[in-house]
Structure formats: C-alpha cells, structure tokens
C-alpha cells in the first residue's frame, strides 16, 4: 500500500491550500485515514482524522480552519485550510489504516509528506 501526498507549496497568509492523499495498491477497506503535521525541530501534530463514514474530528487549534473529507471510491483523503497563517509552516503527512485482505488485521500507512509554506 502506498499514500502519495500533493497539494503542497507556498501560500501567503491569509490564503487557502488543498492537500489530496491517495491510497493505491492491495486495498481491501480503508477505516480511518488522517492528516499530522512537523514543523522543523518539532514533533509531528495530529491535525485530524476523518473515518470511513466520512466524520472528521481535528485537534482544538484546526478546527475552525481546516477541514478534512475524503472518497472512498477514489481512496483519497483532502484537507483544506483555510487563513493559512505562518506558523502552518510544516510538512504535512497523511496516514491510512488499511486492511489489504478481509482476514488480515489493519495496518498503518504513511504517505511521504508535502511541504506547505506560508510566507509573504
């Protein structure tokens, strides 16, 4: 299973980004998929998780700017954020729980990180 990240680049304050993560390979069901966040020097944030119902919850600083949705049919997670301000400044990771056959157990995947940087 692969987790292929985009979206990523430079944004001025105050302006809006959308970041897609895809899932590809031996997928047999796709439970909670989520959005982290590092900064460089620092640890690596939740920023939310959306389950395969389609609810999302976000950690208290990102839930009134960013929202998370996603498509089962195509796989992919989005995060949207909004009045992007500086310290958004980080590399941003997604993750899905992922079983590949209907026996196994759920592992967890990570995508590669996109880099958002938000600067004047």
């Known amino acids: 299973v692969q987790l292929q990240a985009s979206g990523g680049g430079l944004v001025q304050p105050g302006g809006s980004l959308r970041l897609s993560c895809k899932a590809s390979g031996t997928i047999y069901n796709i439970r909670d998929m989520g959005w982290y966040r590092q900064a460089p020097g620092k640890t690596r944030d939740l920023v939310g998780v959306?389950?395969?119902?389609?609810?999302?919850t976000y950690a208290d600083s990102m839930k009134n700017r960013f929202s998370i949705s996603r498509d089962n049919a195509e796989n992919t997670t989005y995060l949207q954020m909004n009045n992007l301000k500086p310290e958004d400044t980080a590399t941003y990771y997604c993750n899905a729980d992922v079983a590949t056959t209907a026996w196994d157990g759920i592992w967890t995947y990570w995508g590669q990180g996109t880099q958002v940087t938000v600067s004047s």
């Open positions: 959306v389950t395969s119902g389609g609810y999302a």
